[in-house]
């Protein structure tokens, strides 16, 4: 580790002095956001949690904003939006300021089959209704005790022997012509995986890893992705092409937003 420059400064971000920051991750789709509202509301709890209170028009225009920003760049591009505490001077507790709204993107790039490696979580399982920056200092650590060479490939379990997610992804799990999904502490409340249980494709259940051993099909899910069939499970392969996938892209037919699944998530 080599260290950039460094500076003598008054204030910091809130977000970076106190990790007191929340973010949304979305696709911008020919200027359209998937279940934009179900995100923005996302945002709105999470900024309360911390006492960060906006309005509806005022997140509304972010995502205007975001989107306007996104179009300049291209017709399919990621979007990262991160909100923060705003300027923070010495003091914990000392707030006064107005939040700040930052944006990030970058064109939304083909997938590469996804090789999944069953790993433990070493740390308590907490509610995770939301993106807090926080929590993802975590994922940092737990990545340095894995050593895996490609920490994007973790399938991540609790030490009480449960399927949790990806680092980035909630799970799918097809079985006994059933698709499921992960429930309980530590299950990010994910808005794709939000929609497929509201259309009846995807059920809530609390998922053994040893379902892993005789699951049909796998797939990851999150506004990036929207659906992504795995291809391999702890070295054992998977069909993308299983019947069952089609139940969960066809769940998304005519709405904006989404790309062609199916085919742009097998590649």
Partial sequence: MRMNEIKIVEQLDRGLAYAEACFETFRVLDGHIFQQAEHQ????????????????????NCFKEAISAANIQGNDMLVRMTVSGGDAAWGLLVKNTQPHVQIQMMPSANRYPLHLQSVIWPFPLREKKVKYTADYAESLRAIQQWGLDNPMQ???????????STLTANIAIYRQGQWFTPQGLGILSGVVRHFL??????????????????CEAVACMNSGVFVQPVASLNGRGLDVNHPAMSKLFSAFKGMSGVPTLGVLNRE
């Avoid at 509301?41 to 509304?60: F, H, M, V």
């Avoid at 973790?154 to 949790?164: E, K, Y």
């Fill in 154 to 164: 973790a399938l991540i379990g609790s030490d009480s022997g449960n399927v949790l």
């Fill in 197 to 214: 249980l509201q259309q009846g494709v995807l059920f809530e259940s609390v998922c053994p890893m040893a379902w892993l051993d005789d």
């Fill in 41 to 60: 509301q996302r945002l709105k709890y999470a900024l309360e949690s911390y006492g960060l209170i906006c309005t509806d028009n005022e997140l509304e």
